[in-house]
């Protein structure tokens, strides 16, 4: 079937070969089908969806449409994705933490744009640190190490990296079937063993809506396991900031006192939750619950701490790192408490404006080709249900200028709520999606 026939019959909602789609594919990826035509495939697919089976061939053929990695290792390959938060900076805690339990983690991630953070932003905000490697290399690191945090080359699933572009300016993002073959494509293409899935639900998540959070949830999970992968998701609560920092050095200083065991917490928590899941789809552990026992051990006995330290120096990080990290960060020039103007409790948390205010700070992304700052954020950030008194700092702000704090400031007025009361308390993990 050539490439009208395919989007013609998607449109129509007819069913398409596994062949029809994976010619579509090779299309995408050596430029034999034209953004106009990539367009109306993402907008048909959009308007009337995928059977699971044709999702799953989807998926498959980006990630056949470039490299897939091989492991010379005998531990089990395993990775997390996340749907993106604000304060989510526990790829930097659980990747070294399933390290030094015993698995593979080819921990390949990207760069923040829009309200949430990227894994590689916050990575490189440590000094010397680079996170693009060649394939060799990071294989290599992997091998030696146990794990790597790095970009993904230009040769991991290259028609997921031309479809994604033309759905940004299609308005078809939000498509359940091709954020599934989006994110899997990639996956799937590091050779893994396992994954484990953190769909975030509530303000500071893409997906506000606990029906849609599922909806993408079990169609990534079954996805996954379809083709081989064994897979599980967590949806949890995005209603408010997984860490009380929102940044890229200043997450980075949450992780760190994760992995020293200075600080516990919901995003120490719900590491130990994932990687419980992760450890148990790689054979480590007799159950997840197991598995989470591991990782929290990992982390108060300072073995987590130690790999990461070990892989920050692989990739051009300060050797002393983990040892003495304060004096390594990176430190904005402006510091600005934001007071409560009226006493009460923190009633809600518009998680997605804090993400913007990082932004006017310039520690976010509005296009890609944008600059960070590494130094500024926010801090100190109260939790929900905090009860506070007129005056008392709601949080800080961290800002090279002036103007640019009080941009921050405006937006962070309006996105923290005091009310009279607190408001009732929402569990971390919303819902367990199994295979």
Known sequence: METRGVIAAIRDGDSVSDASLGGFVKGLADGGVSDA?????????????????????????????????QWRTDRPVLDKHSTGGIGDCISLVLAPALAACGAAVP?????????????LDKMEAIPGVSTELETARLQRIVEELGVVIAAASAEIAP????????????????????????????????????????????????????????????????????????????????????????GNAVEVAEAMRVLTGTVEGRLAKLTC???????????????????????????????A???????????????????????????????????????????????????????????????ESDRIDPAVGLSDILPLGAEVIAGQPLLRIHASRAAHADAAEAIIRDAMVIGPAAPAEKPLVIENVGP
């Open 107 to 119: 921990m390949i991630s990207g760069r923040g744009l829009g309200h949430t953070g990227g894994t």
């Open 159 to 246: 028609a997921d990296r031309r479809l994604y572009a033309v759905r940004d300016v299609s308005g078809t993002v939000e498509s359940v079937d091709l954020i599934t073959a989006s994110i899997l494509s990639k996956k799937l293409a590091a050779g893994l063993t396992g994954l484990v899935l953190d769909v975030k639900q509530g303000s500071g998540a893409f997906m506000k809506d606990i029906g849609a959070a599922r909806a993408l949830a079990e169609s990534l999970v079954e996805t996954a396991n379809a083709a081989g992968c064994r897979c599980s998701a967590l949806i949890t609560d995005m209603n408010q900031p997984l860490a009380s920092s929102a």
């Open 273 to 303: 939750y994932l990687g419980g899941e992760a450890l148990y789809h790689g054979g480590l552990c007799d159950s997840p619950e197991s598995g989470t026992r591991q990782v929290l051990n990992v982390l108060k006995n300072g073995q």
């Open 37 to 69: 035509q990539a367009g109306a495939f993402a907008m048909a697919v959009l308007l009337k969806s995928l059977a699971p089976e044709s999702r799953r061939a989807l998926t498959l053929a980006m990630r056949d449409s470039g490299q897939i990695l």
């Open 305 to 367: 701490a130690e790999v990461f330290g070990r892989m920050l120096r692989a990739l051009g990080g300060p050797v002393q790192f983990v040892e003495t990290w304060q004096r390594f960060l990176p430190e904005a020039t402006i510091i600005r408490e934001v007071p409560a103007q009226a006493p009460g409790f923190v009633a809600a948390i518009d998680g997605e404006a804090l993400g913007h205010a990082v932004i006017a700070l310039g520690g976010g992304r509005k296009v």
